[in-house]
């Protein structure tokens, strides 16, 4: 069974930084590229970027709201991908959602982890 | 404001279709093929339902079919049933690696 557990979420303050983390089990980690989504309270979902395969070499690529900001790693070692989240804004209070990603969809998704950004 | 425009609403009864549209542009929906619908209970992991305009994941049932036309996506769902009840959210490829959502649809099945 195909298990995406996203962890790392809480309240932050504006302009700190938080780490999410997605642990994947039940396929083989290094053939999917990875992406991070997320909704904010009574919003609908946002693409926030992805980072494909090491065979792709990992490139990544950002939606223009966290560019700069926002970092996605992976880790093929421990089946992890990672949402590295700096300079904090009260608009990314939302459920950050992890997926497997191919060919501009996401097949696999994580249930969320809540960030929080307040002052 | 979201990229792709989807109704906010839509209902239907036991047994009967609905469908849910999303419009949006010839920078994304109209030129490419890559629209995909999620089915989202809140609180749950959101469901990949159809890719690529028409494609079905394996286990999804053929009751949800998907289609397109010039700069407007569809999704049908047929033979409503009460497990339905959801949001729906499509997606598509909006070029240079980027992607776009709808605002989502609440359908209830009454």
């Known amino acids: ?116 950004v307040s002052s | 404001q979201s990229a792709l425009t989807q109704p906010p609403s839509a209902s239907g009864s036991p047994g009967q279709s609905v469908t849910i549209s999303c419009t949006g542009t010839s920078s994304d929906v109209g030129t490419y093929n890559f629209v995909s619908w999620y089915q989202h209970h809140p609180g749950k992991a959101p469901k990949l339902m159809i890719y690529d305009v028409s494609k079905r994941p394996s286990g999804v049932p053929d009751r949800f079919s998907g289609s397109k036309s010039g700069n407007t996506a569809s999704l049908t769902v047929s033979g409503l049933q009460t497990e339905d009840e959801a949001d729906y959210y499509c997606s598509s490829y909006a070029g240079v690696n980027n992607i776009s959502f709808g605002g989502g649809t609440k359908l209830t099945v009454l």
């Open chain 1, 1 to 116: 069974e195909v298990q995406l557990v996203e962890s790392g979420g809480g309240l932050e303050q504006p302009g700190r930084s938080l780490r999410l983390s997605c642990t994947v089990s039940g396929l083989t980690f290094g053939d999917y590229a990875m992406s991070w989504f997320r909704q904010a309270p009574g919003k609908g979902l946002e693409w926030v970027g992805f980072i494909r395969s090491k065979t792709y070499g990992a490139a990544t690529q950002y939606a223009a709201s966290v560019k700069g900001r926002f970092t996605i790693s992976r880790d093929e070692s421990k089946s992890i991908a990672y949402l590295q989240m700096n300079s904090l804004k009260t608009e990314d209070t939302a459920v950050y959602y992890c997926s497997t990603f191919a060919v501009y969809r996401a097949d696999y998704w994580g249930q969320g982890t809540l960030v929080a």
